[in-house]
């Protein structure tokens, strides 16, 4: 039997030459080429998709919206499990806004199954990101201060293991694997759902700032004015900075912002929160309304003929120092993105040690991308990146799914020692043979 051979596979694939194939096996950061993909329906289909490529040795990549900057939801010459079909949003207690969200929808499709309702779930920035990769990841978005992570609302998941069982993780049944999945990536098994609860969110406040700068020293001025803004913004209130690469006719330097408010609260609470992010600086336009919680999920866009890379830094105090690291890093040659979002609120009153996403005394996470061309080899990625370095050395940590390297380094800061060794224990008992390897890979504890 060659590994093509799907006959005893009852589970809908796709194999090189199949329409539809080349598609499939494109992901947002790139192209893959692997021997099948399998669209399961169920979590028996998943797990017998499983069972397959186990059986035959072959690499595993799960997707879900297959926007990880690492290209780890397809391979070459591997299965990738694309989880399309379980796409499904149902409520499962109104009265707790619980909802059940399948491991393959989208966030797009999320917030308008939610929207009639008037309630939303705190997750990330775009529409077509995937629920699945986005919430093992932690979920940061635009209602992070307010509601926090996506983790910080997840109170169970379906998880089909490496050796076909489906289990149920929560507090009360399998707590280690319940806590690893808050955070740990997709290094434990496939998410078949999560378990959310929703917040009452119809309308949010939402729109952009943009300022103008003159030289390095306003740009910094304006972000250390920022970072005050924010330190003593209410909760409600998430904002991101953002310096665009330094091309003709891109805006000097941009504020991004979110109010999400009570239902029903006056409009003087949001105008009076926003109030500071107008008096930053030179403003060149503002362009903020009062929209569903639905449409601040933007369509990502993947500029053609470019290769994007990112890195990023958890800092805990957004001192001077690194905001004028992060001016620098911005000015070098080659054409670069840097965005700074306040943390702090509601994600930061969850204890370290609660969930895998442990870097909860994040005051910012700091990002930086590089723009090349798509030609562009790793050692042109990693010269390109020789600056950011200098803002790196700040952070005490960095968030999975913005980190566009997947180095033993990179790993390392992504969780303190004594979470990486409890993720490894919850490995070596959900997956000893290390299936589920393509990911910020944790490698299972060494059996005692």
């Avoid at 803002?391 to 940590?397: K, P």
């Avoid at 004594?418 to 060494?446: C, Q, S």
Wanted: aromatic content about 4%; some cysteine.
């Amino acid at each position: 039997m060659t590994l093509h051979d799907t006959t005893e596979l009852a589970v809908e694939t796709l194999r090189p030459g199949d329409d539809g194939y080349d598609d499939a096996a494109r992901v947002f950061a790139g192209a893959g080429a692997p021997a099948l993909i399998a669209r399961p329906r169920t979590p028996d289909e998943v797990a017998a998709a499983l069972g397959h490529a186990v059986r035959r040795g072959l690499a595993v990549s799960v997707r879900s919206g297959g926007h990880g900057p690492l290209g780890h939801a397809t391979n070459t010459g591997g299965l990738v499990l694309d989880l399309r079909h379980l796409d499904g949003v149902e409520v499962l207690d109104a009265d707790r806004r619980l909802v059940r969200v399948g491991g393959g929808a989208t966030w797009g499709r999320v917030a308008a199954r939610l929207d009639p309702l008037g309630w939303g779930i705190t997750s990330g920035d775009t529409s077509e990101v995937g629920v699945g990769g986005l919430t093992l990841g932690g979920g940061m978005g635009w209602m992070v201060r307010r509601h926090g992570l996506t983790v910080d609302n997840l109170v169970g998941a379906r998880v089909v293991t490496a050796d076909g069982r489906l289990l149920s993780a929560s507090e009360h049944e399998h707590p280690e694997l319940f806590w690893a999945l808050r955070g740990g990536g997709g290094n434990f098994g496939v998410v078949v759902d999560f378990d959310l609860v929703a917040q009452e969110v119809a309308t949010v406040h939402h729109g952009t700032v943009t300022y103008q700068v003159a030289d390095d020293t306003e740009t910094t001025d304006l972000l250390r004015r920022w970072r005050d803004a924010m330190r003593s913004a209410p909760d409600e209130l998430s904002s991101t900075i953002a310096l665009p690469p330094r091309m003709p006719g891109a805006p000097p330097a941009i504020v991004l912002l979110c109010y999400a408010g009570q239902p029903g609260a006056p409009v003087e609470a949001a105008d009076a929160a926003i109030e500071p992010l107008l008096e930053l600086g030179a403003v060149a336009e503002a362009a903020i309304r009062e929209v569903r919680y639905a449409e601040v999920l933007e369509p990502a866009q993947q500029p053609p003929g470019l290769r994007l890379s990112a890195r990023n830094a958890l800092v805990p105090e957004l001192g001077d120092e690194v905001l004028a690291e992060i001016v620098r890093a911005h000015a070098a040659p080659t054409p670069n993105a840097v965005a700074i979002r306040s943390l702090g609120g509601a994600f930061g009153r969850v204890p370290a040690d609660a969930t895998a996403f442990a870097h909860r005394d994040a005051e910012a996470m700091v990002v930086g991308m590089v723009m090349l061309p798509g030609t562009a080899s790793d050692a042109d990625v990693e010269e390109a990146h020789t600056p950011w370095r200098a803002v790196a050395a700040h952070g005490t940590g960095t968030y999975i799914n913005f980190q566009g390297s997947a180095a033993a380094a990179d790993l390392a800061s992504a969780y303190p020692p004594a979470t990486y060794a409890r993720l490894a224990e919850v490995k070596r008992r959900y997956d000893p043979d290390n299936v589920f390897a393509l990911n910020h890979n944790v490698p299972p504890a060494p059996a005692r």
